[in-house]
């Protein structure tokens, strides 16, 4: 499977083209689904290929696994095997040099986790994401930071564990807290906990939160 050469086919403004590439994208995801998911995440992850390719290798695994239809329920049906070697590979991929694959991995990660989430089939996501929020290098935190944001717009609020609610609160606020933590990571945070409030009103029965005595 030759997924960087359709990548690059499918965007190239030729339109016979591109029209063939996206074609062989989809003829590879129909016949070998979970192989095709793999290449895409192996794709997502190589510092080595094109960027655009990385970013839309992203695109292709969240977009096919939440929003079209014709590929709905194929996750579901993968091995574990193969599943674990994918999300190993995009949330590697967080700790990509280049901002705008660690946004395209972040995504992703969060519409894996999207399908994963209802069966449980993924529960040391959030301990991984709340650990890297700590994290001394400022890229690694940002990244999680943001993929905790990406996963409250794609969880229903309801469906979430108090007890993972609660983590990832007290991570937010630690940050915000803290003195030495630059402006774009103070701004990052803020709005990955602006995104938990409706996450949060269980906790909020039973715990009061506050900025400056948690």
Known sequence: MEISEYLTDSRNPNEEVRKLGEK???EAAMSNFGQFMFQCAKELNDDKKIKMNRQMAATLI??????MPKFQGKWETLGLDIKSEIKSLVL???ASPEIEIRKAAALCTAGIFKLEHPQNSWP???DILVETC???????????IITLGYISQEINPNDFQVSDVDKILTALIGILKETKASHEIIKTSLIAFVNYIDFAKK???NKVYNLYNF
Request: aromatic share 10%.
């Open 24 to 26: 062989k994208i989809e």
């Open 62 to 67: 969240k977009n096919m696994l939440n929003f």
């Open 92 to 94: 590697s991929t967080l």
């Open 124 to 126: 040391e996501l959030i």
């Open 134 to 144: 700590r994290n001394e290098n400022v890229n690694f935190q940002a990244a999680a």
């Open 203 to 205: 906790n909020f029965e």
